[in-house]
Structures are given as structure tokens and as C-alpha cells.
Nanobody, 121 residues
Framework: QVSLVESGGGLVQPGGSLRLSCAAS????????MGWYRQTPGKERELVATSTSSGDRDYADDVKVRFTISRDNAKNTVYLQMSSLRPEDTAVYYCNARVRRLYYTYYETYWGQGTQVTVSA
């Protein structure tokens, strides 16, 4: 089995910064894409940022100049550095990863449990 565990959420004032981490563990053969999504009540989960294993990155337009996704492939960990946070960034943030388990030939998508980010004065 594979699990993703997020950390780093919390309460921050507008204009502040937070760094989220997500570590994958378990029976991992290979991880390709890792990413961050967010969701607010009544809305669909939306893409924030993704990163391929070779370092190609993609961002949602409204976070492109404020957030940075990075990875430590040796640790199976993905990070999201968030700066200049706005109240509208308030959401539950989820990480996901495209994983091939050991001894398996196909890839599956796994999700973390989510971490709350609240931006408020």
C-alpha cells in the first residue's frame, strides 16, 4: 500500500507565507507526477501546481507568481511554497502522486488526507 501525508497547513495573515510538505511512503516502485490541489466547500477540487519527476512544472494562473512547487525525489516528497497569500487561497490543500507500486506494472493515483490553509487577519 502507498500513503501520502501532508503537513504545514495552518492560519496565516494576508501577505504571509506557508510551506506545505507531502511525503509518500509504502511499497513504492516509481513516482512520476506529483501535485497539489485545493478545495473549498461547495466547489470542485482544483489544480494548484504539478511537477513531473524530471522537474517540469505547471501552475494555476492565479498562483503562478506566488507559489512554487518543488520535489525531493530521493525522499518521495513534494513541497508547495506559498507566498503573498490572499484570503481567497483559503482551502483544504491535497497532494497527489502518480505511483507504480513495487512488482506492479501499472500506475495509480494516490491522494493525501488534506491540510487546511486559512488566510485571515
Amino acid at each position: 500500500q502507498v500513503s501520502l501525508v501532508e503537513s504545514g497547513g495552518g492560519l496565516v495573515q494576508p501577505g504571509g507565507s506557508l510551506r506545505l510538505s507531502c511525503a509518500a511512503s509504502g511499497s513504492i516502485g516509481r513516482i512520476t507526477d506529483m501535485g497539489w490541489y485545493r478545495q473549498t466547500p461547495g466547489k470542485e477540487r482544483e489544480l494548484v501546481a504539478t511537477s513531473t519527476s524530471s522537474g517540469d512544472r505547471d501552475y494555476a494562473d492565479d498562483v503562478k507568481v506566488r507559489f512554487t512547487i518543488s520535489r525531493d525525489n530521493a525522499k518521495n516528497t513534494v513541497y508547495l511554497q506559498m507566498s503573498s497569500l490572499r484570503p481567497e487561497d483559503t482551502a483544504v490543500y491535497y497532494c497527489n502522486a502518480r505511483v507504480r507500486r513495487l512488482y506492479y506494472t501499472y500506475y495509480e493515483t494516490y491522494w493525501g488526507q488534506g491540510t487546511q490553509v486559512t488566510v485571515s487577519a
